[in-house]
């Protein structure tokens, strides 16, 4: 029996929807009835039935639903207790440039309000990058692109986001931009892009591929402040998240974003770290931070083209 299973419970029987509880805890609602039918197969009882309404407690579950909200309280108070015991150390995170644009200032923010005397060490650099200092143990966490599973690692999926060609709005001139393309007509456009070392380039070169589209590169840059500037220049578009614009107040402004349709690959978002016996406290508690940000950065739609990507069961 976990300690999720028991609030997800406590939330259904609170609100009395399923629907209403996941909108409300920040989760998907078939990962809540899941949790909540394996709870009920832990205890071998039935805890809720359907109504007209909505859902409501059995009598096993109104005597469960007592003692789930003491264990709550106690849990709570445990919790409080915890992060008044001032926790401190340093964590080291590494983010991409794309992701850092959307996810570092309300994560360092966040940690700054809940563990004020921890010590942040924040890495921006390439995927690729990240990885090779994880594997050096020079961080203790980071955010990687397509990463399913490491052996030395633990991988946490968080978001996959989709790609858009990135134009300049200010050299477009008269012609009238699209806000959807297909891949096949990304042969003609010419394209900033960065090196085949990079995740995205992968993820691009395979789909152009199987559409036996040879794209026209005439630029490859693995800076995105400075690709972004080329692309803003009129230099050409790119293939990025829209996570790429985050750091232009008005990227409204200065890009247009067609979304590929046909693209059937994303941008995976995985949060990778030294397994748990190897990480500092200061490090397990960064890694509980930096995944509540990402949820409420997708679930408040500011961090736009993402959707949330559950771990297996």
């Known amino acids: 029996m976990e300690l999720r299973q028991i609030r997800y419970f406590v939330r259904v029987v609170e609100l009395g929807s399923i629907s209403h509880a ?47 909200q003491l264990v709550l309280r106690h849990a709570d108070q445990a919790s409080r207790a915890a992060q008044l015991s001032r926790l401190t150390g340093t964590a080291s995170v590494g983010l991409a440039p794309t992701t850092a ?28 990058h990240l990885s090779n200092m994880l594997n050096a143990r020079k961080l203790d966490l980071a955010v990687l692109f397509n990463v399913e599973t ?17 134009t300049g709005r200010r050299h477009a001139g008269e012609r009238v931009l699209a806000d959807r393309i297909s891949v096949a007509q990304l042969r003609d456009v010419p394209l900033i892009l960065p090196t085949v070392a990079h995740g995205l380039r992968s993820i691009l070169d395979t789909a152009l591929a199987r559409e036996r589209v040879t794209p026209l590169v005439v630029a490859e840059i693995d ?9 803003d220049n009129g230099l050409g578009a790119s293939v990025q998240p829209h996570a790429a614009v985050g750091r232009f107040p008005d990227a409204a402004e200065r890009f247009h974003l067609a979304e590929i349709d046909d693209l059937q690959v994303r941008h995976g978002n995985s ?34 083209g993402a959707r949330l990507r559950e771990p297996s069961a």
Do not use: N
Request: glycine share 4%; aromatic share 6%; hydrophobic share 50%.
């Open 223 to 231: 800076s995105l402040a400075m690709l972004m500037d080329a692309v």
């Open 101 to 128: 644009s959307i996810l570092a200032m309300p994560f360092m923010l966040a940690m700054r309000e809940r563990y004020p005397d921890v010590r942040l060490h924040m890495v921006e650099s390439l995927s690729g």
């Open 22 to 68: 996941a909108a409300d805890l920040g989760a998907a609602q078939s990962a809540l009835s899941q949790q909540i039918s394996r709870l009920e197969g832990e205890l071998s009882v039935r805890l809720l039935r359907r109504t007209s309404r909505g859902v409501a407690p059995t009598e096993a579950g109104l005597a469960f639903l007592r003692e789930a």
């Open 271 to 304: 949060l990778c770290s030294l397994s748990d016996d190897e990480l500092p406290p200061a490090a397990l508690a960064a890694r509980v931070v930096l995944e509540s940000c990402v949820r409420e950065l997708v679930h408040s739609g500011r961090w736009f």
């Open 150 to 166: 490491a052996p030395r690692w633990s991988v946490t999926p968080l978001l996959e986001e989709k790609l858009f060609l990135v």
